[in-house]
């Protein structure tokens, strides 16, 4: 008997799209135990490159290790210290802040009237209530706090993913038919993506130290809280970058008043434009961006899926299976569909980058 070939197309798709629906529901049904491990495997891939470094210098692979390692520790220490007390203070300023902000909608309402421009306060306030912003900030940085509860268990998987890379080549060689072809396409695909997330982490870092500096000049309160955010919501462009501002420059114009909240505002969109716009795509040149579609899709799946740490880490996830896929003749028509407008102008210098 002959098979209908559109039947066996038909056939294939509903097969990949029922396990596609599988897998999606059992990572949603284990985020508990699978968001630490990628929060460890994104840790290790931003700390790969140091400790290469360092064995290049001459350090044994333990002592390599054990310098990185006490650096993650450092830091992770450093921001717990200094994100604890502003997240406490600001959980306790919150109800005031959110009052504040209703009394404001509630001024912007009753000028809207006088203009002629009839609006309900009460539709106004359910529909537009900034104060719902902020709690929702300070939600998201909470829910990002509690996965550092695991923070053992991350440092131990970072140090045995540490460990492991080194010796993953050789095993490939053995376990695979055909494994030069195979590691190359692998070494293309961790090369690609410890060049964006090393380029991606300084520019987040350069982010929100600006953020943070700015507003503490401008006296914003909780401004470490809010430079913290910045540097988190940096790794999701175009849409980061606006939800790192409105809870800042809300405040702002809680605490401080319109003038201030302009000033937050100006600073937010100077730093974003400088390193968006301009120092990204010229450091990192083509092949290694993803269309602004995609990035607002992998945003709403990767937080469906996996909550806040799904949300930090969607861009790296969708890069690093952009990456995967261009690596494969047979799927690099995929990668091409997922990246950035092919119109947009590379910056010179760049067309071999990547």
Known sequence: MG??????SAARFLLVAAAFVVVVAGMQAAASLIAPFLL????????????????????????????VVLGLVAAGMVVAVL??????????????????????????????????????????????DPGKTLGMAGDLISSLSGVLANALLILLTVIFILFEASSLPAKLRLALRSPEESIARLEHMLD?????????????????????????????????????????????????????????????????????ALLAAAGFLVV??????????????RGLGLSTLVVFISLVFWGWVLGAVGM???????????????????????????????????????ESAG
């Not at 994104?42 to 390599?64: E, H, K, N, Q, S």
């Not at 849409?239 to 008043?257: D, K, R, T």
Request: charged share 15%.
């Open 192 to 260: 690609s993506v410890n060049r964006y997330m090393g380029i991606k982490t300084l520019t987040s870092l350069a982010t929100g130290l600006t953020v943070w500096v700015w507003l503490e000049l401008l006296g914003v309160d909780f401004a470490v809280l809010w430079g913290l955010t910045a540097l988190l919501l940096n790794y999701v462009p175009t849409i980061g970058s606006i939800l790192a501002a409105i809870p800042a420059v809300l405040l702002a114009l809680v605490q401080l008043g319109p003038n201030s």
């Open 272 to 285: 974003n434009t400088v390193v968006g716009n301009v120092v990204e795509p010229k450091v990192m040149g």
């Open 40 to 67: 460890s495997v994104f840790l290790a891939v931003i700390a790969a490159p140091p400790m290469r470094a360092l064995c290049r210098r001459g350090l044994p692979d333990w002592a390599a290790l054990l310098v």
């Open 83 to 128: 994100v604890a007390g502003s997240l406490d203070g600001f959980k306790a300023s919150l109800p005031e802040y959110q009052a504040r902000l209703s009394g404001l909608t509630s001024q912007l309402a009753a000028w809207l009237n006088r203009l002629g421009v009839h609006v309900p306060e009460q539709a106004l306030l359910t529909y537009l």
């Open 3 to 8: 098979t209908d070939p559109e039947l066996s």
């Open 312 to 350: 930090f880490l969607s861009v790296p996830l969708t890069m690093a299976l952009k990456i995967a896929l261009d690596a494969n003749p047979e799927t690099r028509q995929i990668a091409i569909l997922l990246g950035p407008d092919l119109r947009q102008r590379r910056p010179r210098g760049t």
